[in-house]
């Protein structure tokens, strides 16, 4: 599917800029799919004012492909968001693994309904840059794709400038999830982006949970033979918004309202680094990042969006120290929580 073929009101917000959390996978404690909390966990991210919802990504455990839940998860969720809400949304499915499986899964997610594949590279790690364009220009003839720069702390792959550039003239690609957690590597981005002459067609969204508000108010400014082009991210893809994501969007809200004024609130810049802290918590950076899909688990197991904080794997779980991290992140930032908004709904997402 061409891009061309996205409805008008999907494709626009997507261009426009909006908040999409990576969606999370509920277990039970024998690590079946608990059905029940994760349509709650749809419902509330609908609720709370999400543009859209990313599954089967890094947030949903990659290893759902491994016990055949890649289908059921992706069907689950689009089946709950149809049956909950009228409005747009745009639905991203992760893709992954090498050409033929990125393919395949390309075409199970289109044949459901997803707009847009997130295109993780990771598989394609002993690959040259060449081989891994024309992996992109393989899966991008199924479906429109969002590229993804994932760190690699957790699995990705270091790509130049000039990669970000030949990716953005593939015709297919309508925008791109920047998560090195590294500012040279974020410039890169937007580097290959603009030399391309493709910023029009392929909006730019931080997957930084280190710089999420930063990224999302702040200016890049370009230089090419003194020729100034400044660029701003559109919307954030994110794990750190698959939680407190009713809070996250008020504070999207806030950047996109700061976006090209003279001067932001020194409060507002100030919001960033207080984010930061509560993402160090719950992506456990103190441990590499062990933890970070289990820290997650925990905020929405505090909230009653999940029973536990399993993941597939057993031996990924939260770190040792993760739990006293996250305590005092919420009690010193509990402001910045959606508890009451929650408390008020969770009846009815678990109905």
Known sequence: MHHSKI????RRLIADGTVVPAHPLALKADRALDAVHQRALTRYYIDAGAGGLAVGVHTTQFAIREVGLYRPVLELAAETAAAWTKRPLALVAGLTGPTKQAIAEAQTAL????????????????ASENEIIFHCEAVAREIPLVGF???PAVGGIVLSA????RFALID???????????????LDVLRGVAAAGALDRIALYTGNDDHILLDLMLPFDLRDHDITKRIYFRGGLLGHWSVWTASAIKQFEMCRAARGKAAVPADL?????RVTDCNSAF????????????GCHEILRRQGLL????CLDPAEGLSSGQLQEIDRVCNEHSDLSDNDFVTANLEKWLA
Not at 7 to 10: I, L, N, P, Q, R
Not at 307 to 310: A, H, I, L, N, S
């Open 111 to 126: 044949g459901i309904g997803y707009h847009a594949g997130l295109l993780s590279l990771g598989a394609m790690k002993s």
């Open 283 to 294: 992506f456990d950076v103190a441990n590499n990042f062990h933890g970070c899909i289990a």
């Open 7 to 10: 409805t008008s009101e999907v």
């Open 269 to 273: 810049l100030a919001l960033d680094a």
């Open 149 to 151: 720069y994932l760190q």
């Open 162 to 165: 000039e990669f970000w550039r």
């Open 307 to 310: 029973e536990g904080v399993w």
């Open 172 to 186: 297919n690609v309508i925008a791109i999830k920047v998560a090195p957690f590294n500012r040279y590597r974020t």
